[in-house]
């Protein structure tokens, strides 16, 4: 079983991965009580496979990337920013189409927010991305092109959404941020020495102003059309992405 999981641990991960949190929420289903824990289903798998295959070594190495902290600061901010623009971009389209203004009181205390990025960490950001990015993304081919592999991973990842997203407003809306909201992230990845940190970042941002903060702040027809906004802005920004720093998602080479 080992040699075997040594040979194929990128398919070992993703059938873990996907093993774990569709089990999980199939047990959460049926028995309310059971914890929820689909968030990790990525990270459990992602020390599964590393330490049955490379033992200590693996786990050195998934936590290394999880920590990689020294990058430059235009890329924190951008980590933090891009996500947060592109949900207020979304919301101001839905206001601009006839969505009614959120009122002031349903914001909460500014200082809320110091709250909720915490809360929202050590959930599906931290149990996502220690696996996609951690684990699988730097074992995709590198005959491939970065766009190519983050589309692949993209795919992936919202094909992993897929019991979660039957919840959402939009399930296709939800899908197709998904596989968009992926390669943007990449974009941060492959320029920051390929850290999941950055990217636990990213995610944390987007889930926590999007889905927690302002996203609440609508319902019915108006949510819907947010959802569609919110997965439109997605894609006009990757595909403006791509145009301007090409399949590499980046300028420069990355230094080895």
Known sequence: ?????????????FVLAFGISWGNYLLARAWPNFPFLFPYGPLLA??????????????KDLLNRCLRWRVELKWYLAALLV???IAIAAVSLNILLGAPMPKA??????YSLFILFPM??????LGEETGWRGYALPRFSAKRSPLVNSLILGVLIAGWHVPVALAAPSIAAYLIGSVASAVLANWVYYSVHESALLVIVYHTAQNAIGGWYLFR???GPELVRLWGLWAAAYVVVVFVLTLVAGPNLRRRPHPV
Request: glycine share 6%; proline share 7%; charged share 20%.
């Open 120 to 125: 929202v960490l050590v959930d599906a950001p």
């Open 105 to 110: 009181d349903r914001f909460g205390p500014w």
């Open 217 to 219: 702040m609508f319902s």
């Open 46 to 59: 992602a020390v599964i496979v590393a330490s049955v295959t490379r033992g200590r070594d693996g786990l």
């Open 1 to 13: 079983m080992t040699s075997v999981l040594k040979r194929h641990s990128l398919v070992a991960f």
């Open 83 to 85: 996500p947060v623009a």
